[in-house]
């Protein structure tokens, strides 16, 4: 099983299948609306 987790605040976003045990960073939602917001 492979995991999607937050690279911010290492929140899990999905799982999905895979047939090795994967992990995959990625920003969710929420933080990707925060780092956004923060850019000028
Ligand atoms: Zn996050």
Excluded: S
């Excluded at 290492?10 to 299948?17: A, G, L, N, V, Y």
């Amino acid at each position: 099983m492979g995991t999607l987790i937050c690279q911010t605040c290492d929140t899990t976003i999905e799982h999905f299948e895979v047939n090795k045990v994967t992990t995959l960073y990625a920003n969710c939602p929420e933080c990707k609306r925060k780092r956004k917001n923060l850019k000028k």
